[in-house]
């Protein structure tokens, strides 16, 4: 069973960083796609990035694009995404996913982690 752990978020004002972290576990992630995503209240869940499990395939949502990195550590079952100059509108709760298919929908990704909230504060 696949299961992903997010963890890293937290309250923290604008200007400021956070890395998330998402282990993921229950099987080999070669081939697959893992994806940020995030939802603020009210809104529609949306792509902040994603990663192919070989490390290509980068894609970042406009919105984060120079200040957000995604990576990850094949040798931990572990993707990071490292938030760097962070402002209010970044507030939402962020999910770890994993899918088969490269894609910036998140109907695409089969797992999903519980989420993890990120709040800035001005």
């Known amino acids: 069973q696949v299961q992903l752990e997010e963890s890293g978020g937290g309250l923290v004002q604008a200007g400021g960083s956070l890395r998330l972290s998402c282990e993921a576990s229950?099987?080999?992630?070669?081939?697959?796609?893992m994806g940020w995503f995030r939802q603020a209240p009210g809104k529609e869940r949306a792509i902040v990035a994603r990663i192919s499990w070989s490390g290509a395939l980068t894609y970042y949502a406009d919105s984060v694009q120079g200040r957000f990195t995604i990576s990850r550590d094949i040798s931990k079952n572990t993707v990071y995404l490292q938030m760097n100059s962070l402002k209010p509108a970044d507030t939402a709760v962020y999910y770890c996913?994993?899918?088969?298919?490269?894609?910036?929908?998140?109907?695409?990704?089969?797992?999903w982690g519980q989420g993890t909230q990120v709040t800035v504060s001005s």
């Open positions: 996913a994993a899918g088969a298919v490269v894609s910036t929908a998140p109907s695409a990704y089969r797992h």
């Open positions: 229950g099987r080999t992630f070669g081939g697959y796609i």
